[in-house]
């Protein structure tokens, strides 16, 4: 293999992280090198071997992902980098796409010659296309892409990167809305009835480097189960927020530098974002970072989103806006987001502010859960209903403080960040 050597520490996305704008295209072939020619088969096999997992949220093996593109039918495909980042508390797409967006290109390139694909498709939010628009430009004068890449806007919405709502933004069909569930999955038959790879940006930066570098270098970090790196946007514990990259595997609380002495001043720990779940501080500080480790506690890695919410804040004024905002993202064509989240958010509202009108108490928080959980056409309401079921879990004695002595101050600024906060539903009855 010919060209620069693959970074040797964890730091492999953003290991060029010092530079302070958008590394252009020379740059990015003088500390990279180019794409190497590589058959189908090759590209699809050391993806496979590297061990690499989606990292929008679902953390599915990619390698299983493109066979099952592959396998769909003798129509080229499509390849979809999709950089939606519709998750509020998320910015490391973000980041990639500003910062290094010949990575994510990269990337999107490779996965269209092992999937012979001939449209690619960058999915991405309106602040994102300028930059995008700049690196193809770069990319077109130099003859880099091997097939036409075109650029859609992604709606600003929390549910618009799921992988249907992604294909009917960009068939202009019902813009940034799943599909019913029961259709055929978007790998079978997604844009144009070809089928359809919906891949991360993040993901696809990795398979930039793996392309170069290959798959043992890939597993050279990380666990043998969960190898690579991942990025994780940080909050709440810090005056801002921070991108960082990490090892898969390594302990949540060595990677944010927070050791046990600190977890007494941290209430909780989100870890997913606002469809992942809640956790004590000190299982979170301890969690390897794998997806397994994070799931067998009840939350998730999601997207990587990492909130340490300290102490003097109401964690349930955090849960009962986040929960307000949730329920104007849904896309209202289901029952339990048309009939069961308005509920939802309106009692954790009078948990957070008005405690004492809940005549029941929480008792009635997990029933509401159950009711939107599974029916769905997508997990949007799956998730709404984990974010509040690990809530209870993890905030409990303060939710008992609340209905015995009333509501916390909220002479605090709030730490999740919700991009359209709706005023609460106070005046609403409850159930
Ligand atoms: S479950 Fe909710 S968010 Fe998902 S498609 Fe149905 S209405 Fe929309």
Same mark, same amino acid.
């Given at each position: 293999?010919?060209?620069?050597?693959?970074?040797?520490?964890?730091?492999?996305?953003?290991?060029?992280?010092? @530079?302070?704008?958008? $590394?252009?295209?020379?740059?990015?072939?003088?500390?990279?090198?180019?794409?190497?020619?590589?058959?189908?088969?090759?590209?699809? *096999?050391?993806?496979?071997?590297?061990?690499?997992?989606?990292?929008?949220?679902?953390?599915?093996?990619?390698?299983?992902?493109?066979?099952?593109?592959?396998?769909?039918?003798?129509?080229?495909?499509?390849?979809?980098?999709?950089?939606?980042?519709?998750?509020?508390?998320?910015?490391?797409?973000?980041?990639?796409?500003?910062?290094?967006?010949?990575?994510?290109?990269?990337?999107?390139?490779?996965?269209?010659?092992?999937?012979?694909?001939?449209?690619?498709? $960058?999915?991405?939010?309106?602040?994102?296309?300028?930059?995008?628009?700049?690196?193809?430009?770069?990319?077109?004068?130099?003859? @880099? *892409?091997?097939?036409?890449?075109?650029?859609?806007?992604?709606?600003?919405?929390?549910?618009?990167?799921?992988?249907?709502?992604?294909?009917?933004?960009?068939?202009?069909? /019902?813009?940034?809305?799943?599909?019913?569930?029961?259709?055929?999955?978007?790998?079978?038959?997604?844009?144009?009835?070809?089928?359809?790879?919906?891949?991360? @940006?993040?993901?696809?930066?990795?398979?930039?480097?793996?392309?170069?570098?290959?798959?043992?270098?890939?597993?050279?970090?990380?666990?043998?189960?969960?190898?690579?790196?991942? =990025?994780? /946007?940080?909050?709440?514990?810090?005056?801002?927020?921070?991108?960082?990259?990490?090892?898969?595997?390594?302990?949540?609380?060595?990677?944010?530098?927070?050791?046990?002495? *600190?977890?007494?001043?941290?209430?909780?720990?989100?870890?997913?974002?606002?469809?992942?779940?809640?956790?004590?501080?000190?299982?979170?500080?301890?969690?390897?970072? /794998?997806?397994?480790?994070?799931?067998?506690?009840?939350?998730?890695?999601?997207?990587?989103?990492?909130?340490?919410?300290?102490?003097?804040?109401?964690?349930?004024?955090?849960?009962?806006? $986040?929960?307000?905002?949730?329920?104007?993202?849904?896309?209202?064509?289901?029952?339990?987001?048309?009939?069961?989240?308005?509920?939802?958010?309106? /009692? &954790?509202?009078?948990?957070?502010?008005?405690?004492?009108?809940?005549?029941?108490?929480?008792?009635?928080?997990?029933?509401?859960?159950?009711?939107?959980?599974?029916?769905?056409?997508?997990?949007?309401?799956?998730? &709404?209903?984990?974010?509040?079921?690990?809530? =209870?879990?993890?905030?409990?004695?303060?939710?008992?403080?609340?209905?015995?002595?009333?509501?916390?101050? *909220?002479?605090?600024?709030?730490? =999740?960040? $919700?991009?359209?906060?709706?005023?609460?539903?106070?005046?609403?009855? =409850?159930?």
């Amino acid at each position: 293999m010919t060209g620069p050597a693959g970074p040797t520490g964890p730091a492999r996305l953003l290991a060029g992280i010092g @530079v302070g704008h958008p $590394v252009g295209l020379g740059d990015h072939l003088q500390q990279w090198g180019r794409l190497p020619p590589m058959r189908p088969d090759h590209l699809l *096999d050391e993806v496979d071997r590297s061990g690499l997992r989606g990292h929008g949220g679902a953390w599915f093996p990619v390698g299983a992902k493109w066979a099952a593109v592959r396998a769909a039918g003798l129509r080229s495909p499509v390849v979809v980098a999709n950089g939606a980042e519709g998750e509020p508390a998320s910015g490391k797409d973000r980041l990639l796409l500003e910062r290094f967006p010949h990575l994510v290109l990269d990337g999107a390139a490779a996965a269209a010659a092992a999937l012979r694909a001939r449209r690619v498709v $960058v999915h991405v939010g309106a602040a994102a296309v300028a930059g995008v628009q700049a690196a193809l430009g770069e990319r077109d004068r130099r003859g @880099v *892409d091997p097939c036409p890449v075109e650029i859609v806007v992604a709606p600003d919405r929390f549910i618009a990167g799921q992988e249907s709502a992604v294909v009917n933004t960009i068939v202009g069909r /019902t813009p940034g809305i799943p599909s019913f569930t029961g259709l055929r999955p978007v790998r079978e038959q997604g844009v144009g009835g070809r089928p359809t790879l919906v891949q991360n @940006v993040e993901t696809l930066a990795h398979v930039a480097l793996i392309a170069r570098f290959g798959a043992e270098w890939f597993r050279s970090v990380g666990t043998p189960e969960a190898p690579g790196t991942l =990025l994780l /946007t940080v909050t709440g514990h810090w005056d801002t927020p921070r991108i960082v990259e990490a090892p898969l595997g390594a302990p949540l609380g060595a990677v944010l530098g927070i050791g046990p002495a *600190d977890a007494r001043g941290i209430q909780g720990v989100l870890l997913g974002g606002y469809g992942g779940g809640w956790l004590p501080a000190g299982p979170a500080l301890n969690l390897p970072l /794998t997806e397994e480790s994070a799931r067998a506690l009840g939350s998730s890695l999601g997207p990587g989103v990492v909130v340490v919410l300290p102490d003097g804040i109401c964690p349930w004024a955090e849960v009962a806006r $986040v929960v307000r905002y949730l329920e104007g993202e849904s896309a209202g064509q289901c029952g339990p987001c048309v009939n069961g989240l308005d509920t939802l958010a309106t /009692t &954790v509202e009078h948990l957070a502010w008005r405690p004492r009108t809940l005549r029941g108490g929480v008792a009635g928080l997990p029933t509401l859960c159950g009711l939107i959980e599974g029916r769905g056409a997508c997990h949007h309401p799956d998730g &709404v209903a984990r974010f509040v079921r690990s809530a =209870l879990g993890v905030f409990g004695e303060h939710a008992e403080l609340h209905l015995r002595r009333g509501p916390c101050s *909220d002479a605090y600024a709030p730490v =999740l960040p $919700v991009p359209r906060a709706a005023p609460p539903a106070l005046a609403r009855s =409850l159930p």
